[in-house]
């Protein structure tokens, strides 16, 4: 996307007011944009960057979405969960499926604290406990 500056390049294509909105308001200017040095890939440790912590790979929001899970067991996410009101699943996802998926993989692990894309952390740990906010 940042390559490309179009953050709908790969992605599931919205309609045509959404795309002129979002390209306006959030597109790249040739000066913005660049190409990466690296690609983060699933289960790729980042000890090597003075960080501990593991890349995991978190489709749904978009096919490339990934979490950092510290040693510490927080959770750096993308736009796969967000908090502004409440911790729930963020609102634009190329693939519903896919997010859910990841929430059921994200379950499955021990993770103190989320620090979402957009919104306030959250704890984990009551969001499956009571059944919570995802399902």
């Known amino acids: 996307m940042v390559e490309q500056g179009d953050m709908f390049w790969n992605r599931q294509p919205p309609n045509p007011l959404i795309r002129t909105l979002f390209g ?7 000066s913005n944009r660049f190409i990466l040095d690296w690609y983060l890939k699933e289960g790729e440790s980042l000890s090597n960057y003075a960080l501990e912590a ?3 790979h978190l489709p749904g929001h978009s096919k490339g979405a990934i979490g950092i899970l510290t040693a ?3 959770r750096f996410c993308g736009d796969l ?3 502004i009101r409440k911790p729930e699943l963020w609102s ?3 693939d519903p499926v896919a997010a859910q998926s ?3 993989r994200l379950k499955g692990l021990n993770i103190n ?3 979402p894309g957009h919104g306030k952390p959250f704890s ?3 969001l499956w406990l009571d059944g919570g906010y995802l399902r």
Do not use: C, E, H, Q
């Open 24 to 30: 306006s308001l959030f597109g790249l200017r040739k």
């Open 54 to 56: 593991t890349v995991l």
């Open 81 to 83: 969960l967000g908090n």
């Open 92 to 94: 634009l996802m190329d």
């Open 72 to 74: 510490a067991s927080d």
């Open 113 to 115: 604290t989320v620090y």
């Open 102 to 104: 990841s929430i059921t």
């Open 124 to 126: 984990m740990k009551p």
